[in-house]
């Protein structure tokens, strides 16, 4: 089975610019997170999506939005964008189920300027 | 809310020895499950091992096993026969079973595992 996908692997923004991640998880996984990684933070949950809703929310300011299609791919956008917002982004996927093991895609480095 | 700690920031290993990264976590419930996630360079992550809290026996793959204390909070990672490859960044985490709402992981801020040839 392929992995967890992420596009793109790196983007370079402009404070104020807007941006989306993509996230396509592993065939036949239903759930989608995001979490935001970066050195004085750690990993940070922002989102997860199951079956094109959301259940389940970080601590993140309404800048921060996603989505899930019908074949479970998901979405980031990150709106006005800020200097801090210079992370990678991290998507897991799962089925979502009891078994409850999430893995990740590779991430998508994004530097804000 | 739960939380997560990994004390050391950095740790080294000698090639072909053991190591222990260790993990505290606080939470209120009674089931749960707990994962150790490794990070190389490369930055993708990878899950080592799960521990589901309701079963007392601790996990084991290869070289990887857990020491948990469910008393104590406490779930410690060993490596034994440490190899170069297992250089990278090592994450605890935590996840309710309740799932739903509640299926987030929390994860400890790290620790830095080299290893000397």
């Known amino acids: 089975k392929a992995g967890v996908t992420q596009t793109p692997r790196y983007l370079i923004k402009t404070r104020g610019q807007q941006v989306t991640l993509s996230c396509s998880p592993i065939?036949?996984?239903?759930?989608v997170s995001w979490y935001q990684q970066t050195p004085g933070q750690g990993l940070q949950f922002l989102f997860e999506y199951f079956s094109e809703t959301q259940r389940n929310k970080g601590n993140f300011p309404g800048r921060f939005s996603g989505r899930q299609f019908s074949n479970s791919r998901s979405e980031m956008n990150v709106s006005t964008l800020e200097l801090g917002d210079s992370a990678l982004y991290l998507c897991?996927?799962?089925?979502?189920?009891?078994?409850?093991?999430?893995?990740f895609g590779p991430g998508t480095r994004l530097t804000v300027t | 809310a739960q939380t997560v700690t990994q004390s050391q920031p950095e740790m080294s290993v000698q090639e072909a020895e053991t190591v222990t990264l260790s993990c505290t976590y606080d939470t209120s419930e009674s089931d749960y499950y707990l994962f150790w996630y490794k990070q190389p360079p490369s930055r993708q992550m990878i899950l080592v091992i799960r521990q589901e809290a309701y079963k007392q026996q601790n996990a084991t793959e290869n070289r990887f096993s857990v020491n948990f204390q469910k008393a104590a909070k406490s779930f410690s990672l060993k490596i034994s026969d440490s190899q170069l490859g297992d250089a990278a960044m090592y994450f605890c985490a935590y996840r309710s079973v309740l799932g739903g709402a509640n299926s987030k992981l929390t994860f400890g801020k790290g620790i830095t595992l080299s290893v000397r040839p």
């Open positions: 897991a996927s799962s089925t979502g189920g009891t078994s409850y093991e999430q893995y």
């Open positions: 065939s036949g996984h239903r759930s």
